[in-house]
């Protein structure tokens, strides 16, 4: 078993454990270390669906990640963005994703001269989609309960583009796009899941460590994290 397997069992058995002893209402808000959505919506909802209002896929697959599927699926080979730095294992060779925490990760430069940047998409509307597909089944088939809604996690701006980036010239331009792809993300899950339906957690564990961090990090965006975090919200 590969270490990250490993990791993985390791979680799901500490996952368990601790979802027999809940006692009273929670909200996830993280991954759950499952294959797939299913596995993860059958646990979920047999384990702690009478305590949760709300149940999400678990960032599976490639979200298992967080934001390093944003570089990985989105970032990186992106026309207007080069890539200056990327995961390596110990031997020099290159890698998808950190393994670790304080290990080098994903970062990007815009190209000379670009002044906007277009995302196409950023994947999470898609997997959202293809999730509460999965989710109405199984809840329909009584294994998640009646009432418990859909959850979808997305990170805030600053939490999906400043730490891909060096400095804020490119964070300007980087954010913009990013923020400008999230609100049509947004839009387009709401075209397949019922606003009644649905749960939007807005993941701000970058917006919060920075918070911690002000003053601290070699740059940081123009305007204080409050500002830019309330205005982030707003528009999104």
Known sequence: MCIRDRYRANRREATLSQMSRVQQPIVLVGSVPGENAEEVLRL??????????????????????????????IYHGHEALETIQRPMFADGTEKWHNEAYGEKGWQFKVKEGVTEIHFSHLGYAAAAKDSYAKFTELRTTGVIPEGVRFQVSL?????????????????????????E????EVEEILKTIPAHDLLIQWDLALEVLFIVLEGKTPWSPAGTTNDRYFASLART
Do not use: K
Request: overall charge negative.
């Open 181 to 184: 792809a999230l609100i049509r």
């Open 44 to 73: 979920c909802g047999g384990e702690i669906g009478n305590a949760v209002t709300s149940l999400s896929d678990g960032e599976t697959g490639n979200r298992s990640q967080w934001i390093q599927c944003l570089a990985v699926d």
């Open 155 to 179: 990170p805030l701006t600053e939490s999906g583009s400043r730490l891909f980036v060096t400095n804020d010239a490119d964070y300007q331009i980087f954010s913009r796009a990013f923020e």
